[in-house]
């Protein structure tokens, strides 16, 4: 079984730049949930849909960020425009269900962004 | 709010060896799960094992187990027979009604 794919791997863009990831989650799975980790955190919540919508993104700084999961599979994370804070991975995860137990999350290896 | 606390930063062990991270976590929910994950330099976080916080049987996943004290709200997580390949950040996370919440990792070294 495939796991999350995530792409691009490393990212580097200037201050006031744009900038997009992309992830698609493990077959089946109708729960994606995008993560910011900043060097030296545990990974911290942006966004979580559940299908094509979005079910919590009360941690999403929505002027600069947004994401879309058209069609309930693939989703996008963009960045516009980019801040020097905004240097992280992003980690892309999926699971089964949103809650309960079969709310394992399955993690993709990230995109390191530098923000320079 | 749940909130997760590591308070080992970094921690060693030497190969074959057994080493214990530890993690508490404050909630008023009855009915949560809890995690250990594991990031090695690849950065792909790596689900170690789960308990679900309504069995009072500890989980344990070959070399892997935990020492769950719902009443403290204590999850620590054992390695028995450290390996090379063990060596990795460790998250303990938890998750109720609420998204997964994690703690801020420990750094763990295997010494040949």
């Known amino acids: 079984e495939a796991g999350v794919a995530q792409s691009p791997r490393y990212k580097i863009i200037e201050k006031r730049q744009s900038v997009a990831f992309w992830c698609n989650p493990i077959?089946?799975?109708?729960?994606l949930y995008w993560y910011q980790q900043i060097l030296g955190q545990g990974p911290k919540l942006l966004i979580q849909?559940?299908?094509?919508?979005?079910?919590?993104d009360s941690q999403l700084p929505k002027d600069r960020f947004s994401a879309e999961r058209l069609k309930g599979v693939d989703s996008t994370l963009k960045i516009q425009p980019a801040k020097l804070e905004d240097s992280a991975v992003y980690l892309c995860?999926?699971?089964?269900?949103?809650?309960?137990?079969?709310?394992?999350?399955?993690f993709g290896a990230g995109t390191r962004l530098s923000v320079l | 709010a749940q909130t997760v606390t590591q308070s080992q930063p970094e921690m060693s062990v030497q190969e074959a060896e057994t080493v214990t991270l530890s993690c508490t976590y404050d909630?008023?929910?009855?009915?949560?799960?809890l995690f250990w994950y594991k990031q090695p330099p690849s950065r792909q976080m790596i689900l170690v094992i789960r308990?679900?916080?309504?069995?009072?049987q500890n989980a344990t996943e070959n070399r892997f187990s935990v020492n769950f004290q719902k009443a403290a709200k204590s999850f620590s997580l054992k390695i028995s027979d450290s390996q090379l390949g063990d060596a990795a950040m460790y998250f303990c996370?938890?998750?109720?009604?609420?998204?997964?919440?994690f703690g801020k990792g420990t750094r763990l070294s295997v010494i040949a």
């Open positions: 995860a999926s699971s089964f269900k949103r809650e309960g137990s079969k709310n394992i999350q399955y």
């Open positions: 077959s089946g799975h109708a729960t």
């Open positions: 849909f559940q299908n094509n919508g979005v079910v919590d």
């Open positions: 909630t008023s929910e009855s009915d949560y799960y």
């Open positions: 308990q679900e916080a309504y069995k009072q």
């Open positions: 996370a938890y998750t109720g009604n609420t998204p997964l919440v």
